[in-house]
């Protein structure tokens, strides 16, 4: 039986993740909120993105549930384990041309992680809700763009019109401060699934903490003079040292901290 | 240009947290009761104003009955809340009738908050009584149906306060929840407790559920 150190560090994804290669271009920064760092909370968002062998991207973002007792593991867990889904359907993802069979497969990830978090429950000897977190997937591929997403967070997209959209976005519950999560019954039944055909420039995928900033509701939609430099830095931006170090300060800005005190992920991506 | 400077945010209207005071004045409530009451509104206030967050986000109203039911406060922000010095106090407990008002403000402020993209947190209903209902026993029992009904869909959470000779058994018939006994006339503990909870919802990031603060302003059943 592996000890507790080996099996959080092979569950420890980089709270940032850059990858570059000739197909896309990605940062992934993961910040905690100023409420978890004046309560001794760790950061309970996780991020993680790969480029497969294929080129295609996929991204994943998770926030921890402020109320379950391990909320940063159950991220954690949760985005690992769709990298893993996602890497070993390499194949199958690149040769999809249909809407359905997309969906189909972000729904599979999607559901892989949560058995993986009910699995984690069970040799903690807790509930799933003690890990529960939020999931929101993001894939890209030559012809397409899909999102997967259980609770709160969005994913939003500039496609080679220039236009932006959301992809994917929160599903208000009736109260603000209630959320479905991995661990939610019923949650195969409520997981967002949606595909865009057509020739994509950016995409964005971000947490909760920052939706109130990105979105204008009721819609709700993706509030473009938001998305727009974001969309046009990491376009423009070569160095990966650059990307990561300004969307960090961006995160930790003033303007940021004074309206969001929750973690926050910004996670963007720029086909090359 | 840092991306601080560039990034333009939307503009969303606060999430709003509604609590409605429903408060018996009846005619037993006259003297020392009344002015603690009043005193109790005016702690409720302050105490919400000093948290910028929850000022913007906490809107209260109140209903009053005793022969009459009024809206003496419909909603309002804590910012813009100035504490009515109750003082007009009526023969007869109409606490049906209060509680329907009460029912009846709730959703049509819900449809409100929706009709203009509004979000919210699920609102409270806190009545404080120092008697019993005057009404007929099929009024009250139906008004605490609606209670129950509205509770069991998780439309609102009602809160019972009886203070000095409250009828509890009959409070205990209405509300889902148990109702509190105030210890003496301890209303600025009880509103202190009150808006403590209010800033806890308020300030509830999306996704968390929020414990009541523990009762120490009263016996709990």
Same mark, same amino acid.
């Given at each position: 039986?592996?000890?507790?150190?080996?099996?959080?560090?092979?569950?420890?994804?980089?709270?940032? /993740?850059?990858r570059?290669n000739k197909s896309w271009r990605v940062v992934?920064?993961?910040?905690?909120?100023?409420?978890?760092?004046?309560?001794?909370?760790?950061?309970?968002?996780?991020?993680?993105s790969e480029i497969l062998?294929s080129g295609s991207l996929v991204a994943v973002v998770?926030?921890?549930?402020?109320? %379950? !007792?391990? %909320? /940063?593991?159950?991220?954690?867990?949760?985005?690992?384990?769709?990298?893993?889904?996602a890497?070993?359907s390499e194949v199958q993802l690149a040769s999809l041309t249909a809407e359905e069979p997309c969906k189909a497969l972000l729904k599979?990830w999607a559901?892989?992680?949560?058995?993986?978090?009910?699995?984690?429950?069970?040799?903690?000897?807790?509930? *799933?809700?003690?890990?529960?977190?939020?999931?929101i997937i993001l894939t890209a591929t030559p012809r397409f763009i899909g999102a997967a997403q259980?609770?709160?967070g969005a994913t939003v997209f500039r496609n080679s019109r220039g236009e932006i959209r959301t992809l994917t976005t929160?599903?208000?519950?009736?109260?603000?401060?209630?959320?479905?999560?991995?661990?939610?019954?019923?949650?195969?039944?409520?997981i967002q699934l949606e595909v865009w055909e057509g020739e994509v420039s950016q995409v964005a995928a971000l947490?909760?903490?920052?939706?109130?900033?990105a979105l204008q509701?009721?819609g709700p939609v993706a509030h473009k003079p938001f998305f727009e430099p974001l969309f046009d830095f990491v376009a423009q931006?070569?160095?990966?040292?650059?990307?990561?170090?300004?969307?960090?300060?961006?995160?930790?800005?003033?303007?940021?901290?004074?309206?969001?005190?929750?973690?926050?992920?910004?996670l963007l991506a720029h086909r090359m | 240009?840092?991306?601080?400077?560039?990034?333009?945010?939307?503009?969303?209207?606060?999430?709003?947290?509604?609590?409605?005071?429903?408060?018996?004045?009846?005619?037993?409530?006259?003297?020392?009761?009344?002015?603690?009451?009043?005193?109790?509104?005016?702690?409720?206030?302050? +105490?919400?104003?000093?948290?910028?967050? !929850?000022?913007?986000?906490?809107?209260?109203?109140?209903?009053?009955?005793?022969?009459?039911?009024?809206?003496?406060?419909?909603?309002?922000?804590?910012?813009?809340?100035?504490?009515?010095?109750?003082?007009?106090?009526? *023969?007869?407990?109409?606490?049906?009738?209060?509680?329907?008002?009460?029912?009846?403000?709730?959703?049509?402020?819900?449809?409100?908050?929706?009709?203009?993209?509004?979000?919210?947190?699920?609102?409270?209903?806190?009545?404080?009584?120092?008697?019993?209902?005057?009404?007929?026993?099929?009024?009250?029992?139906?008004?605490?149906?609606?209670?129950?009904?509205?509770?069991?869909?998780?439309?609102?959470?009602?809160?019972?306060?009886?203070?000095?000779?409250?009828?509890?058994?009959?409070?205990?018939?209405?509300?889902?929840?148990?109702?509190?006994?105030?210890?003496?006339?301890?209303?600025?503990?009880?509103?202190?407790?009150?808006?403590?909870?209010?800033?806890?919802?308020?300030?509830?990031?999306?996704?968390?559920?929020? *414990?009541?603060?523990?009762?120490?302003?009263? +016996?709990?059943?």
């Amino acid at each position: 039986m592996e000890d507790q150190d080996s099996r959080e560090e092979k569950i420890q994804p980089a709270l940032r /993740e850059i990858r570059s290669n000739k197909s896309w271009r990605v940062v992934g920064v993961s910040a905690p909120g100023t409420s978890h760092t004046r309560l001794g909370i760790p950061c309970q968002d996780s991020n993680l993105s790969e480029i497969l062998p294929s080129g295609s991207l996929v991204a994943v973002v998770a926030d921890g549930a402020g109320s %379950a !007792a391990h %909320a /940063e593991l159950g991220s954690q867990l949760a985005v690992r384990t769709v990298i893993n889904e996602a890497r070993r359907s390499e194949v199958q993802l690149a040769s999809l041309t249909a809407e359905e069979p997309c969906k189909a497969l972000l729904k599979e990830w999607a559901m892989a992680a949560c058995k993986a978090i009910a699995g984690e429950a069970s040799k903690l000897d807790v509930t *799933p809700r003690e890990l529960a977190t939020t999931l929101i997937i993001l894939t890209a591929t030559p012809r397409f763009i899909g999102a997967a997403q259980i609770g709160d967070g969005a994913t939003v997209f500039r496609n080679s019109r220039g236009e932006i959209r959301t992809l994917t976005t929160p599903k208000l519950e009736e109260y603000i401060n209630e959320s479905t999560f991995l661990s939610s019954p019923g949650v195969e039944e409520s997981i967002q699934l949606e595909v865009w055909e057509g020739e994509v420039s950016q995409v964005a995928a971000l947490s909760d903490g920052l939706q109130m900033l990105a979105l204008q509701f009721p819609g709700p939609v993706a509030h473009k003079p938001f998305f727009e430099p974001l969309f046009d830095f990491v376009a423009q931006t070569n160095s990966t040292e650059d990307l990561e170090q300004a969307v960090q300060a961006f995160l930790d800005s003033q303007r940021i901290r004074d309206r969001s005190d929750d973690d926050l992920t910004l996670l963007l991506a720029h086909r090359m | 240009m840092t991306l601080e400077s560039s990034v333009e945010f939307a503009e969303n209207p606060e999430p709003r947290c509604a609590c409605v005071l429903l408060l018996d004045t009846s005619g037993s409530m006259g003297g020392a009761p009344i002015a603690a009451l009043n005193e109790g509104l005016s702690t409720f206030k302050d +105490a919400l104003a000093k948290d910028p967050v !929850a000022s913007k986000r906490v809107e209260v109203a109140i209903v009053t009955f005793d022969s009459n039911v009024r809206l003496l406060q419909d909603f309002v922000t804590i910012e813009q809340f100035n504490p009515p010095v109750i003082s007009d106090l009526g *023969p007869a407990t109409l606490m049906s009738a209060g509680i329907n008002m009460a029912l009846e403000l709730v959703h049509n402020r819900k449809a409100l908050y929706r009709s203009n993209g509004v979000t919210y947190y699920q609102p409270w209903i806190f009545m404080i009584t120092d008697g019993a209902p005057t009404e007929s026993d099929e009024e009250v029992r139906r008004a605490g149906e609606r209670v129950k009904e509205a509770e069991t869909n998780r439309r609102l959470s009602f809160f019972a306060v009886g203070v000095e000779r409250a009828d509890m058994e009959k409070l205990r018939s209405i509300s889902v929840r148990d109702p509190v006994k105030l210890k003496g006339l301890d209303f600025k503990a009880m509103f202190v407790w009150l808006s403590a909870s209010m800033q806890k919802v308020s300030a509830s990031k999306i996704g968390q559920q929020v *414990p009541l603060q523990p009762v120490g302003w009263g +016996a709990v059943g």
